[in-house]
């Protein structure tokens, strides 16, 4: 099946680098803020794959790493922002239910799940159905809506007042608008499969 693509050059990039890592004979032991801890395996014996979960309220995104573990994955939670300030709050409108308002006691800096498996020889990808594909992409889709919907709203109440605040919130908006129309692109693609399935 074709691998589908996230426009989430962090979380990308962060699964190549380890899985470089695990073939140079790398195993991820420890993460933190910054750094991440490895010790010696064999060459290529793990894979990783990197979930976004900063929609999922602490509950849900707990019960996550859970399940995965009990699949006997190793499972580390990893951060996104790098900040060590205490008391922070992001609210996040594309979240599911609590999920909506991160703070340090919930799923702030806790976006990130960095999943191990042994290598198998066979490809390591966390979905592997066409609806779980589809869901997963609506997640990415919707986040990406929201800053463009955000941003353009934002544009036009600053046309009369600020037009150059205006122009560049605009500007903004158009830019990722892109990221929408790609997530939504491969999700039409796979919704096409499905018919084709049955």
Known sequence: MKKYRYFGGFLTSQEKWLNKMAQKGYRLVRVGKMLYEFETCTLGQYHY??????????KDSQGYK???????????????????SIGKVRFRPWAEGSGKFATNSTTYNKELLIVEKQNDGKPFELHTTAIDKIEYLKKWRNIWF??????????????????????????IAVLTFPFVLAYQIQIQKLKKQLVIEE
């Open 66 to 84: 859970d399940f995965l573990e009990g699949c006997g994955y190793k499972v580390f939670y990893k951060n996104i922002n790098v900040s060590y």
């Open 146 to 171: 929201t800053y463009f919907a955000m941003f353009a709203l934002m544009g036009v109440l600053f046309v009369a007042r600020a037009p150059i605040a205006s122009i560049i919130l605009g500007g």
């Open 49 to 58: 794959a990197v979930e976004f979960v900063a929609d999922k309220s602490k």
